[in-house]
């Protein structure tokens, strides 16, 4: 198989001896914070990410056509973590759908009251909910750099007014779809980031993951109280843990100790619980 791109998380393959048009998408077990892969992987992170996304793909399908073929004839190593999809043209657009202000968009919001050209109510505080869910794309950059936020009309500049409109919408349906559901399990969606591409028509597509807790922010409701840092399902519980190290957040990250790595498997295991329904179980012994 071709590699074609490795990502921080995330390997994408051709393999040209089954169908060259179409790509296998590799889910690995790495855990990255600020941007560094960690030495130590979290065990079934890569499956429980690719089993919410389908489990999104398919629950979103009436709102946007996706990228997913399935998850047949996947190469023993890849089983459970890899899903077989078409090949887009990736739009140059990270699509942030936000519930609620925290992370960069509370700093952007700090500096002068707007995320993303989005003028927002005074007041607001670390985990406000917002009056509405808003659109806040981001620049996709590239290697070693950290993604900008855009105005809408930047975004315009970029993919042109219609592709822009529809990329918004979108965004904000699957992220209201995704809230609505996550909350009969008990978890806020604060925030989520959406990839979209076109396909050989030239159709949008939705593409890379869904409604993750790599590309979401994923907070527990009864525990939710603005004004504060929330207890959080994601990543946060190492970056947490890394605040007390001598780390200056560069490579190579430190090696993550093993009851921290079991609790973050815990934690993505308990967020597949929460918005399944169904209990977790490991696909490797
Ligand atoms: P980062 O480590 O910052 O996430 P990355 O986004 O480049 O970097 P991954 O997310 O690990 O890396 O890899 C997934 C890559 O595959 C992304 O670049 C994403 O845009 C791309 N991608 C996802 N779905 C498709 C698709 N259907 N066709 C083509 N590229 C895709
Ligand atoms: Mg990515």
Redesign the pocket.
Known sequence: MKLL?S????E?YLDESYDPAQ?L?VASDRL?IYDVVLPTPVPDKGAILTALSLYWFERTGDLVPN?VIGTDDVPDEFAGRAVR????Q?LPVECIARGYLTGLGLKEYEKDGTVSGIALPDGLVEGSQLPEPIFTPTTKAPVGEHDEFMTFDEVIALVGRDTAERLRDLTLEVYRRGAESAAQGGILVADTKL?F?RDTDGEIVL??EVLTPDSSRFWPADQYEPGRVQFSFDKQYVRDWSSNLDWDRTAPGPEVPDDVIGVVHDRYAEVYRRITGRQWVSPTP
């Not at 990502?7 to 995330?10: Q, S």
């Open positions: 791109h990502g921080k998380v995330r994408l790509l998408l990255s990228h999809c078409r090949p887009l990736m990839e591409g593409g890379d």
